[in-house]
């Protein structure tokens, strides 16, 4: 019964994505487009990844509001390393994100598993702490696009077999997640590992991202990816993950990063102004929480009932 | 004998609030060491300017935090009331007083929407006004897009920059002592406050002893509303203009300063008294940080030290009285 309602709700996300599309492309000629859709994809890619990462996190009744400026620490970082010492090699760097945001979502993960402080206030503190550090190491300044190598800013954009190389990431943290939904199942084991290693792998997502983010947008400021901690958020909340923790699926995320990735692209397609996004993006995390509840409500009813009968 | 004695001034000196007060002391003294003009009277009643609208909202959220809810959506509220009074005053011209009630109005109807949504439908806390927190600055966003708005009657501005009388008592300060005097009573006076801290300590038994949780949780979320309209009200006119990103990060300083003030995350303690302190330490530390030109986002810093350091040390402290406790019983 669980099961099936679990079935209908991301039945009822992907109709209502293809729903979304058609209108959308019925308002806007330039919107079924594939070089569009490609946009759309390597955007939401890096949504995808970080919001796999609070997926998790969520998954354990906590919440990360410090992703965003894990992933602008990060990238700031390698940047202003890439833009002072050009040689060292990409590889090193993509190894070095990696291991500035494991060192972030670890320090997140120790604060909340091993002294129990409650995830919203640790990240609440380190939101503030790293945000700062992007300001601190960078003194305020950007690094732009004239000021990174060709081979930094096409990292993102190398295609693998026809897929982008961000989708391909993507892919492999979804079966990472996979693997810790079953580990999950088996808490009680060691629980401060498994309240630990969310925010530790979170951590190390959002490095990488960071990466890709500023070679992306061939960019790296102190407001990089200033919404993203909501964008994260909504997007797992959308897809069925209930707030409290211990239930949704990957795919119900990855539908819900899919659907704010559509509403984003189509925002700038119709003309509608950007300053839209960050209330309609509220909304939509209000709407979905509402939904959620209610829909958990009532199959407790039904598993009640049927327990009456 | 003598270790009871020894024991009772080692627990008055690790009581939270005697901590607090001493650093408190200590940011004085390295405020005054940085500044040779801070020790000045006019001076500190000056500096007070740039906390009083975060400590009226303190006030409110320490209740809310007592009952082991949160809210983080008030820099929201305060965004959205500033806007609304920006708009009435830009295009209605409406003047002071209808400004003032505008902004309380706001700040109110959106507090009674977040109760609404927290108590009726039952949804926690945490994700209503997290959603909140956009959804209220987003609106904001909506309306004035990338403008500000500056055209505030001139007798608007008394209520943000003025001072009572002929002295250089700010308005808004003498208008915080008076909540902050009413707030302690209720805490510590009232029924109401100790129904709030019943529900922190154990909300179901709360409930089974007859108090309408609900009632008390929405009646606190209207509240912090209704005080974060006057905090917006207070702050717009100190700054005299309205722009979407206005108080943007100010939950979290709110917050911090509520849980340094002693107050526990998970609800059930606190005392007006921490809070009032903690409110003066972290105002006149920014204070401090500001004499020697740190940036805003660098202060962000502390402030994030600060809050996890300030929820670890009443914890461990607790700890080490009981572990102390227990060794004397055992003696």
Known sequence: MFEKVLKKREFTLFVLLVFLIVIISLRSPRFLNIANFRDILDDTALLAMVAMGQFMVILIAGIDLS?????????MSVALLHQYHPEIPIFAIVLLS??????????????????GIPPIIVTLGTMGIYRGFVFVVSGGTWVSAHEMSDAFKNLPRGGFLGVSNLLFRAGREIYGVGGNEIASQYVGINLKKIKYLPFMLTG???????LLWVARYASAQSDTALGFNLQTIAACVVGGVSIFGGSGTTLGVLLGVLLLGVINNALTQINISPFWQMGLQGLIILVAVIINTIMERRTQELIIRRRNL | MKSTKTMSIWHILMQWEVILFFMLVVVIVVNSSLSPYFLD???????????????????????????????????????LSSCFMGLASQHLGAGTPALIFIGLLTGLSVGILNGFIITKIGIPAIAVTLAGLFLFRGIAYVILGDM???????????????????TRIPFQLVLFIILAIIFGIVLHKTTYGRKLFAI???STAARFSGINVDRIRFFNFALIGLLSGLASVLLTSRIGSTRPNIASGWELEIITIVVLGGVYIFGGTGSILGVVISILMVGLM???????NVPGLVMNIAMGFLLIIAILLPGSLRELQSKILTKQQQQ
């Open chain 1, 204 to 210: 190390s997502i959002c490095g990488l991202v960071g």
């Open chain 2, 286 to 292: 920014r204070f401090g940080m500001g004499l020697i």
């Open chain 1, 67 to 75: 992703v965003g400026a894990e992933v602008a620490l990060a990238g």
């Open chain 2, 200 to 202: 922190g300590n154990n």
């Open chain 2, 41 to 79: 009277l006019n001076n500190i009643l000056r500096t007070t300017f740039n906390f009083t609208e975060k400590a009226i909202i303190v006030l409110p959220m320490m209740f809310i935090i007592i009952c082991a809810d949160i809210d983080i959506s008030v820099a929201g509220i305060i965004a």
């Open chain 2, 148 to 166: 500000a708005v500056t055209t505030y009657p001139e007798s608007f501005a008394y209520l943000g920059q003025g001072c009572i009388g002929n």
């Open chain 1, 98 to 115: 990696i291991l500035i945001g494991f060192s972030l979502g670890s320090f997140n993960g120790i604060l909340v598993s091993l002294l």
